[in-house]
């Protein structure tokens, strides 16, 4: 699934002048509305401790988290990658890849060049 969300401020559109630190922090927050929204709309999922980091999708600072739980639907284990990267605009783009856990090990390294291959143009 791929989505983009507008951010309240205009902080992430200031991101790229501001410091590493101060990028991931903006990212994180990006991230963590994002997953909180993933989490709200189902709440068998948990982020994984120290899962998240950084990236870099077409040339942008990114930041990446994993979600896992058993599905009430299949009843098996899975696994949910969040991407999350600013566009110019001050908008989120949001990718997420859902991957039983079973199948993850083969599926994540194709979902990691799948996203890392992404170019983001300008979104008004």
Request: aromatic share 6%; hydrophobic share 35%.
């Amino acid at each position: 699934m791929i989505a983009d969300h507008a951010v309240q401020s205009s902080s992430l559109r200031e991101a790229p002048r501001r410091s590493r630190r101060e990028r991931r922090a903006y990212l994180e927050g990006a991230a963590e509305e994002v997953i909180g929204q993933v989490l709200e709309a189902n709440p068998y999922l948990s982020a994984e401790r120290g899962s998240g980091r950084m990236e870099r999708i077409d040339r942008a600072d990114a930041y990446s988290g994993v979600l896992s739980g058993r599905s009430p639907v299949t009843q098996k284990e899975e696994r949910v990658i969040v991407f999350t990267r600013p566009t110019s605009a001050g908008r989120v783009l949001t990718v997420l890849f859902i991957a039983p856990e079973e199948d993850y090990r083969s599926l994540g390294e194709l979902f990691e060049r799948m996203v890392l291959s992404l170019r983001v143009g300008n979104v008004p």
